[in-house]
């Protein structure tokens, strides 16, 4: 007790501080998440997302070599297709805009840099939802199989690992026979498993034109309230065959975080979502805080709740500072 124990002599010097540190961000923990679109020469800023754009196919080769010499081990990448229809059928079409933009980082890059490839139908179909529409309603299990048909097209372009962010029951499943079958037994799963239904994705829908054009995403994507409902999608995501498993969005979810790696000690990601990138962004714009410290006080924050894997905007930043 006072004043034989005394706190604060492990935290005189940045020494003694970096020793005992227990949760630091290095730039091996992220993933840069990138938005090519169709049909455009040179890349266009995202309004809502200052320091973020949507990059023209040509330029994704300089992309991907700045990465790699920034030290950052893999993007996402999020197609914006040229032409919409109610199927989404350029999701799963093999010279879509995703599967192009695959190939032509591995072109550049190969190995040296993972391309994770964002699997959903709501940037591709004209109505904006993640799935078939039917009467209104977002159908299931017909989706499964578009889901499935997206996945081995990245995989054959040259995905490292495709990420399902549509939140269908069922689709890490599908996927992942869909994709041994094709012969795809190496291609990775990071699944978004514990997706909300968040405010905080506006700036994304903005960036990929991927608004709803009726209704919205909570009769598939998670409600705020609800954690153990974490857990349960969480589990059947590894027993499907998830090899990641991702809490969206980050910062108002750490608790979630946390819970999921304390429960399955799998390989967690966390998206810091456009939102949270935007907010920071916006304070720091206005002076409200220093940019450099809030961006790493946020990264420590998720890492510390558990998070192995961090989607972040922030990424290039955040590598030239580390
Ligand atoms: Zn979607």
Redesign the pocket.
Request: with cysteine; net charge neutral; charged share 25%.
């Given at each position: 007790m006072f004043p034989a124990k005394r706190m604060r002599r492990l935290r005189k010097s940045e020494r003694l501080r970096s020793l005992v540190r227990e949760a630091e961000v290095t730039k091996g923990d992220l993933i840069y998440p990138i938005f090519v679109q169709e049909g455009i020469g040179r890349r266009e800023a995202i309004a809502a997302m200052p320091g973020q754009y949507r990059l023209p196919l040509g330029g994704l080769r300089k992309e991907a070599r700045e990465l790699v010499d920034l030290g950052i081990p893999g993007v996402i990448l999020f197609g914006i297709p040229a032409r919409k229809d109610a199927k989404g059928s350029q999701a799963y079409a093999p010279r879509g805009i995703v599967q192009r933009a695959v190939a032509e980082m591995k072109a550049e890059v190969g190995e040296d840099l993972l391309v994770i490839t964002d699997v959903?139908?709501?940037?591709y179909t004209s109505h904006g939802h993640?799935g078939i529409v039917k009467g209104g309603k977002v159908l299931n299990d017909p989706t499964l199989e578009l889901l499935a048909k997206t996945a081995v097209s990245h995989a054959k372009a040259g995905a490292d690992m495709v990420a399902p962010?549509?939140m269908m029951d069922g689709r890490v499943g599908a996927i992942r026979s869909a994709l041994d079958e094709a012969g795809c037994e190496e291609t990775l799963i990071m699944s978004y498993a514990a997706k909300y239904a968040s405010a905080f994705y506006g700036p994304f829908r903005e960036a990929a034109g991927?608004v709803p054009s009726f209704g919205d995403r909570k009769g598939y994507q998670m409600d705020p309230g609800n954690s153990d409902e974490a857990l349960r999608e969480v589990l059947l995501d590894l027993e499907e065959g998830a090899d990641i498993v991702m809490v969206k969005p980050a910062l108002a979810y750490l608790d979630v975080i946390y819970r999921v790696k304390n429960e399955f000690l799998a390989p967690t990601a966390a998206y810091n979502v456009s939102g949270e990138y935007a907010i920071v962004k916006a304070a720091a714009e206005k002076g409200y805080g220093d940019e450099k410290r809030m961006v790493m006080e946020v990264l420590t924050a998720i890492k510390r709740a558990g998070a192995d894997i961090i989607l972040t905007y922030h990424a290039k930043d955040a590598a030239g500072w580390l």
């Amino acid at each position: 007790m006072f004043p034989a124990k005394r706190m604060r002599r492990l935290r005189k010097s940045e020494r003694l501080r970096s020793l005992v540190r227990e949760a630091e961000v290095t730039k091996g923990d992220l993933i840069y998440p990138i938005f090519v679109q169709e049909g455009i020469g040179r890349r266009e800023a995202i309004a809502a997302m200052p320091g973020q754009y949507r990059l023209p196919l040509g330029g994704l080769r300089k992309e991907a070599r700045e990465l790699v010499d920034l030290g950052i081990p893999g993007v996402i990448l999020f197609g914006i297709p040229a032409r919409k229809d109610a199927k989404g059928s350029q999701a799963y079409a093999p010279r879509g805009i995703v599967q192009r933009a695959v190939a032509e980082m591995k072109a550049e890059v190969g190995e040296d840099l993972l391309v994770i490839t964002d699997v959903c139908l709501c940037e591709y179909t004209s109505h904006g939802h993640c799935g078939i529409v039917k009467g209104g309603k977002v159908l299931n299990d017909p989706t499964l199989e578009l889901l499935a048909k997206t996945a081995v097209s990245h995989a054959k372009a040259g995905a490292d690992m495709v990420a399902p962010s549509d939140m269908m029951d069922g689709r890490v499943g599908a996927i992942r026979s869909a994709l041994d079958e094709a012969g795809c037994e190496e291609t990775l799963i990071m699944s978004y498993a514990a997706k909300y239904a968040s405010a905080f994705y506006g700036p994304f829908r903005e960036a990929a034109g991927s608004v709803p054009s009726f209704g919205d995403r909570k009769g598939y994507q998670m409600d705020p309230g609800n954690s153990d409902e974490a857990l349960r999608e969480v589990l059947l995501d590894l027993e499907e065959g998830a090899d990641i498993v991702m809490v969206k969005p980050a910062l108002a979810y750490l608790d979630v975080i946390y819970r999921v790696k304390n429960e399955f000690l799998a390989p967690t990601a966390a998206y810091n979502v456009s939102g949270e990138y935007a907010i920071v962004k916006a304070a720091a714009e206005k002076g409200y805080g220093d940019e450099k410290r809030m961006v790493m006080e946020v990264l420590t924050a998720i890492k510390r709740a558990g998070a192995d894997i961090i989607l972040t905007y922030h990424a290039k930043d955040a590598a030239g500072w580390l």
